[in-house]
């Protein structure tokens, strides 16, 4: 059984689920600042922190997963909603 390290599946605005994960790379498309990467190994396929210092908390990793594998810990830093991924 894989227990990821709490450092390797969140940041201080997110937290990734990595047996929901389906390792698609929607939310590392969707983050601009270099955040995740996708591990491609066959039996240990996910989403990886990689930069968590990175994070700020923008969500649109949140908004692009269609697995649900993604959820905030709270709102958005500034109190606004996060755009859409790939309009800014």
Do not use: I, K, Q
Not at 58 to 74: E, S, Y
């Amino acid at each position: 059984m894989h227990l990821p390290f709490p450092r390797h599946d969140r940041t201080a605005h997110v937290r990734f689920d990595m047996y929901t994960c389906e390792a698609c790379g929607a939310c590392a498309r969707a983050c601009t600042r270099g955040v995740l990467s996708v591990l491609p190994y066959a039996f240990h396929r996910h989403v990886h922190v990689d930069r968590a210092d990175r994070c700020r908390g923008c969500l649109r990793c949140v908004r692009a997963c269609p697995h649900g594998a993604v959820r905030a810990l709270g709102p958005p830093p500034s109190g606004r909603r996060a755009p859409a991924p790939g309009t800014g």
